[in-house]
T-cell receptor, first 110, second 116 residues
């Protein structure tokens, strides 16, 4: 059973702070990694994807991948109340299936 | 592009009834997926398809069936609905799978199903 694990939270950060979300995965053969944001009652929305070790930055978001340690993280800089949502980590091992974590609930306090 | 669309948005079924959840994508993606999401839980894969005419089971296929006659459409059929099938159902699509650009999934808005 392939596993993707996330701390369910809730994680609370003050507005303007950095939010750090972590995800670990069990399959060493995993090839691609995704972060989705899901507002309550809405569908998952892709924020970032990363394939190579290291950092990938997109605006206020940075994804970090460490394949040797089997973890991927998402940093949100200058957190805004609109960032309050559940963040889902997803992993694809190169075949047909994607595996999702249960999500981390983030609350940004004004 | 409309992306991934799903109908209906909401549905209430009685135990034993059947229904089809519709999913259409206009991005010419090869891969399509059906997930269910229970409260406070992650997404569980029900079925997926790698192209027209090709489908396969995911993690939780029991009680469901699918077909893929065209690239665009991937309907999910519930036979003999049970309360355990109360959930939110999401359809998703991706161009590819693997380690390269294009294998990110895009999700439809979801169908909220209650079985009573």
């Amino acid at each position: 059973q392939k596993e993707v694990e996330q701390n369910s939270g809730p994680l609370s950060v003050p507005e303007g702070a950095i939010a750090s979300l972590n995800c670990t995965y069990s399959d060493r053969g995993s090839q691609s990694f995704f972060w989705y944001r899901q507002y309550s009652g809405k569908s998952p929305e892709l924020i970032m994807f990363i394939y190579s070790n290291g950092d990938k930055e997109d605006g206020r978001f940075t994804a970090q991948l460490n394949k040797a340690s089997q973890y991927v993280s998402l940093l949100i800089r200058d957190s805004q109340p609109s960032d309050s949502a559940t963040y889902l980590c997803a992993v694809n091992e190169g075949r047909n299936q994607f595996y999702f974590g249960t999500g981390t609930s983030l609350t940004v306090i004004p | 592009n409309a992306g991934v669309t799903q109908t209906p948005k909401f549905r209430i079924l009685k135990i034993g009834q059947s229904m089809t959840l519709q999913c259409t994508q206009d991005m010419n993606h090869n891969y399509m997926y059906w997930y269910r999401q229970d409260p406070g839980m992650g997404l569980k894969l029900i079925y997926y398809s790698v192209g027209a005419g090709i489908t396969d089971k995911g993690e939780v296929p029991n009680g469901y069936n699918v077909s893929r006659s065209t690239t665009e459409d991937f309907p999910l059929r519930l036979e003999l609905a049970a309360p355990s099938q109360t959930s939110v159902y999401f359809c998703a699509s991706s161009r590819n799978v693997g380690g390269g650009l294009g294998n990110e999934q895009y999700f439809g808005p979801g169908t909220r199903l209650t079985v009573t």
